[in-house]
């Protein structure tokens, strides 16, 4: 039968048959298997599709922008959870609204616009202040982005600016409500404070033991170990392949020879200088000084002439080969710079000194050796990062790659051993991983991450020790220290409303004779505004308690080791037409609010007209966790 099928398809008709067979696969639908592809459009706005890939741009851009205020450690899960990628999201929909508000109204940003924006910005000036082609080419380099495309980058910003400055332009804030505002930001009160230490109360005893089970078992979350986790650490250190690195003698010749520059001091020299704009003046002070000196011959001039001490010549711009001709003692012929005319001479000379190869033969071994070692580095990181993608153990990848292994017995999140104190302090790196290692589970390692001083730690979890309870019998002393910390607070607040009573007693009773008869201390504030977070002691939330009091109203609060009770003395109010009222910073913020507020109703009204759409489940496979 098989040969019987073998010959027939040889024949012509079956060919044809074939040819139809395809042909029909195509009508219906086969060739969309070839065709097809992932969409990778997150959402549109109106027509205009936002892709994938300016989503993970942005997203990235975001996390850079918060991971240093962070401590450097912000994984893209966390940047998720904190809202990152919604905010990079709404970000690039405003940005699309805005350029297709810009291209309907007929904005245009010309070449003029843009190369002057480009010569303003701060990042592309040298030392001097000006604009520099080379840094600006190489900050680009440094962002991977074109010149073309970061030209089109800023007439689309500067579109946006146009189009949301005619949004908000002429807003002029209403001047009642500036003044009101003033006058609530600008209130000062003024009280009377008396501060009542926990720790004076005293002894308070000892709790028995039914008190003590009992404080334990109240407050038992803390007294919890933490969770800790048992670490193998891989370590890869330019310094460590630094020690097995030989630099022959050669090579190091060669160096001394590249780098002699390096290892000398220039000669230098105390030049005395007179400066002056006429050329026939200069010449009748250069002659003079050959018989008389410079310091006479400019005197004579009614010139005051200056000294540069101890300069090398690349210090002196135009005029420097001229001055290291001159013997010491001697006056030089007027020279001509920009600066005008010179006259010099040289008071005193330090020669040019020159360190030998014998000098420096240490020193170059060691930065050629750290110069190998770093270059060595990322190339063994990469095929580390390679062989555990591959799945090898980290074990196998450390004996392979020639990685240090540590092993850390138990650690918490902090860096803490059971012990409290640090639990690796030879691996300084090591605590940046913590928050990744902690999301691993057991067996897993993490990828290979470079850290300070192109360090790179991989970590592998060897087991966890779940958080727990400590037996009562561990921690005994610090739940009777706890009892009695409780018990002073307590007393001391029943103490400081007995004061609080007396205050209230009336206006004339004298707070600082109530707080020396408590054995309290007492203090009067300086006046303070309703944004103090914290004034003679006074916590933020009883400032809130003064602002809604009335004069010689009493108010009580605690620290955490102190108990306070305040009494509103006097009320300070902000006078919006007095001669030093300044309303400028008020003014500009309700200004500035009402922008924002004009801007978002206008975004609102885009949204309207360029119907948003955003495709959440593509976003989710896009960004999903690994």
Do not use: C
Request: no cysteine; proline share 4%; net charge negative.
């Amino acid at each position: 039968m098989l040969q019987f099928i073998r010959n027939f398809a040889g024949s012509w008709v079956v060919k044809i048959l074939f040819v139809l067979l395809i042909l029909s696969f195509g009508v219906w639908g086969i060739g969309d298997v070839f065709r097809s592809s992932t969409p990778t459009t997150v959402a549109e706005v109106g027509k205009v599709e936002i892709g994938q890939q300016a989503l993970d741009q942005e997203f990235r851009r975001q996390m850079e922008r918060l991971r240093p205020m962070l401590g450097g450690n912000l994984t893209a899960e966390q940047a998720k959870r904190f809202g990152l990628l919604e905010q990079s999201l709404q970000s690039l929909i405003q940005r699309t609204l805005f350029d297709l508000a810009a291209s309907d109204m007929g904005i245009s940003v010309g070449q003029e616009v843009i190369k002057l924006r480009i010569a303003d910005e701060p990042s592309f000036r040298n030392q001097q202040g000006q604009f520099d082609p080379n840094i600006f080419r190489s900050v680009l380099r440094n962002s991977q982005l074109t010149e073309d495309g970061y030209v089109a980058m800023i007439q689309r910003e500067t579109a946006r600016q146009l189009v949301a400055g005619a949004v908000a332009a002429a807003v002029t804030p209403p001047a009642p409500l500036v003044q009101d505002l003033y006058r609530y930001r600008g209130e000062k009160r003024v009280a009377e404070v008396v501060t009542l230490p926990n720790a004076s109360i005293g002894d308070v005893g000892v709790p028995d033991d039914a008190a003590i089970k009992q404080a334990y078992d109240d407050h038992q979350v803390r007294f919890t170990a933490p969770e800790y986790r048992a670490l193998t650490v891989a370590r890869l250190s330019p310094d460590a392949l630094a020690k097995d690195i030989k630099i022959d003698e050669a090579q190091l010749r060669k160096a001394y020879e590249e780098r002699a520059s390096e290892f000398g001091a220039p000669e230098k020299r105390t030049v005395q200088m007179v400066v002056i704009d006429d050329e026939a003046k200069a010449k009748q002070i250069a002659e003079a000084a050959k018989t008389k000196g410079l310091d006479e011959a400019a005197k004579e001039a009614g010139v005051e002439p200056v000294t540069l001490d101890n300069i090398a010549r690349t210090d002196l711009p135009e005029i420097g080969d001229a001055a290291f001709a001159l013997e010491t003692g001697k006056t030089s012929d007027a020279v001509k710079s920009a600066l005008g005319w010179h006259v010099m001479a040289v008071t005193g000379m330090t020669p040019a000194t020159t360190r030998s190869f014998e000098d420096v033969r240490d020193q170059l071994a060691e930065e050629l050796k750290k110069e190998q070692a770093l270059d060595s580095v990322f190339s063994i990181a990469n095929r580390v990062e390679d062989q555990l993608a591959s799945g090898a153990s980290l074990d196998e990848v450390a004996q392979a790659q020639g990685l240090a292994l540590t092993k850390v017995a138990a650690i918490d999140s902090t860096g803490k051993a059971p012990d409290g104190k640090d639990a690796a302090p030879d691996l300084p790196g090591l605590k940046a991983q913590l928050a990744n290692a902690f999301q691993l589970r057991t067996g897993a390692a993490s990828n290979l991450t470079e850290g300070e001083g192109s360090n790179f730690i991989a970590v592998r979890v060897d087991s966890v020790i779940p958080a727990a309870v400590r037996p009562l019998a561990d921690v005994r002393d610090q739940v009777v220290a706890d009892w009695q910390q409780e018990q002073r607070a307590d007393r001391a607040a029943k103490k400081a409303q007995e004061i609080a009573d007396r205050l209230r007693q009336g206006a004339e009773a004298a707070a600082q004779d109530v707080a020396t008869a408590a054995g309290a201390s007492f203090a009067m504030t300086t006046p303070f505004t309703r944004d103090a977070q914290s004034v003679e002691g006074l916590p933020a939330e009883m400032v809130v308690k003064l602002f809604a009091a009335k004069p010689n109203e009493v108010v009580d609060g605690s620290t955490a080791d102190a108990q306070v009770v305040a009494r509103l003395k006097e009320i300070v109010p902000a006078d919006p037409k007095a001669a030093d009222a300044d309303l400028a910073p008020v003014r500009a913020s309700v200004e500035q609010g009402m922008e924002n507020d004009l801007v978002a109703e206008f975004t609102n009204a885009l949204r309207d007209k360029y119907p948003v759409q955003i495709h959440r489940q593509r976003i989710d496979q896009f960004f999903a966790s690994n």
